[in-house]
């Protein structure tokens, strides 16, 4: 079966440094995203991931180690309007098709 | 160049009522991709759609629930009546290809079923 882990909630301070793993076990895998969802809004993209390391996107980054079937989002500089859930997804190839299968997300909660 | 489209953003049903949701994909997608997502969760996959062709429905409740993706118009959801388990958002994706790393989420569908 398909499983992906990731903490349901965080706070972390305004300016701060804070870290979202996530675990998954899956066959098929080809590749992991990273969205950012605010309450009552549609996920927006914000990272993927198909090869192991550390790719880096402005106050963002995303690691991937997929021997160990982990994966983690680095937020930098954290501001108030980064409270918002963070849903860690993997892409699996099965049947000939690629599907996207999504973990419950982390909601992070950013205070002064 | 409009995103992907969802319609309504909000609708009320009665228990027993049908509820059509519509997605329209982005210009030049033909990939479309329904999720669920219950109040503090996380997305479910629901069901991948090619024009007029259902790729994957493994997510998709086997009684009252359907999709479809025609030649021509949008993509819909239909749940036929309709049950308070039912109350969730509605999230509709999009993709040039299926291959590709970029997947475009709409506004949603909020369902609430009284």
């Known amino acids: 079966g398909q499983n992906i882990d990731q903490p349901t909630e965080m706070t972390a301070t305004e300016g701060a440094i804070v870290q979202i793993n996530c675990t998954y076990q899956?066959?098929?895998?080809?590749?992991l995203f990273w969205y950012q969802q605010h309450a009552g809004e549609a996920p927006t993209f914000l990272s993927y991931?198909?090869?192991?390391g550390l790719e880096e996107k402005g106050r963002f980054s995303s690691f991937l180690s997929r021997s160990k079937g982990y994966s983690y989002l680095l937020l930098k500089e954290l501001q108030m309007k980064d409270s918002a859930s963070y849903l860690c997804?993997?892409?699996?190839?099965?049947?000939?098709?690629?599907?996207?299968?999504f973990g419950a997300g982390t909601r992070l909660a950013v205070h002064p | 160049n409009a995103g992907v489209m969802q319609n309504p953003r909000h609708l009320v049903r009665r228990r027993g009522q049908e509820a059509r949701l519509r997605c329209s994909p982005m210009?030049?997608?033909?990939?479309v991709y329904w999720y669920r997502q219950l109040p503090e969760e996380g997305l479910k996959f629901m069901v991948y759609l090619q024009k007029e062709n259902i790729i994957d429905e493994s997510g998709m409740p086997k009684e009252r629930f359907s999709a479809e993706f025609p030649k021509e118009g949008p993509s819909i959801l239909r749940i036929q009546q309709v049950v308070r388990g039912d109350s969730a958002a509605y999230f509709c994706a999009s993709s040039l290809q299926n291959s590709g790393n970029t997947i475009y989420f709409g506004e949603g569908s909020w369902l609430t079923v009284v």
């Open positions: 997804a993997v892409r699996t190839f099965s049947g000939g098709y690629n599907k996207l299968i």
């Open positions: 210009k030049g997608h033909s990939h």
């Open positions: 991931n198909v090869l192991d």
């Open positions: 899956t066959s098929g895998f080809n590749g």
